[in-house]
């Protein structure tokens, strides 16, 4: 190989190595065509700080970075009827989204539910009052098939409230609700 060549694949494997895609599951029905409006709609930004990530399958996204993301994944299974908790998010234009809410302080199978947390909107959630020694959140929607689930770090809710859901609003609506919360 001539030097610029030896140069020029030098130059592919250093960005190869500076870019880091966050590793997630693909849900089961990923391939749902709905997922991928909803995936073409998700912003860039979650606000300050949690700009969007690569992730590695199909109806996903990421924000903030490899190690504590803010994660989406379409096309998780819809949740059928329940006593968990179910908050709606009322945006400042009127779009409303249905949530589950769950803390998760062990792996997402083992979730429970925050009865601290009611209201039009999901409340901070860094209060160790309400959330002593740190939780994961996950919040899947509720009402709509396929369903979406969004994963909340311990270390991002530590420093911000979980507000910025109402960014992914406009995305989850590509998804028609068939049910609302009770």
């Not at 990923?30 to 909803?38: F, I, M, N, R």
């Not at 996204?61 to 379409?74: E, F, H, I, S, Y």
């Not at 409230?161 to 609003?169: I, Y």
């Amino acid at each position: 190989m001539s030097p610029r060549h030896l140069l020029a694949l030098g130059g592919v494997l250093v960005l190869a190595g500076c870019s880091s895609a966050v590793g997630v599951q693909a849900a089961p029905h990923a391939q749902d065509p709905e997922c991928a409006s909803v995936i073409l709609a998700l912003p860039e930004s979650l606000g300050d700080g949690l700009e969007r990530v690569d992730t590695t399958s199909q109806a996903t996204a990421a924000w903030g970075t490899a190690n504590d993301a803010v994660v989406l994944r379409c096309g998780v299974e819809p949740p059928g009827p329940t006593t968990e908790q179910c908050v709606t998010l009322e945006t400042a234009s009127g779009a409303t989204v249905d949530w589950l809410v769950r803390a998760d302080s062990a792996p997402a199978d083992a979730a429970t539910s925050d009865p601290a947390t009611s209201g039009a909107s999901p409340a901070p959630m860094a209060d160790p009052a309400v959330n002593p020694g740190g939780s994961d959140w996950t919040f899947l929607t509720y009402g709509r098939d396929p369903a979406i689930e969004v994963t909340v770090p311990a270390a991002v809710v530590a420093d911000r409230s979980t507000s910025f859901l109402d960014a992914l609003v406009p995305a989850v609506l590509k998804v028609v609700a068939d049910r609302s919360c009770v």
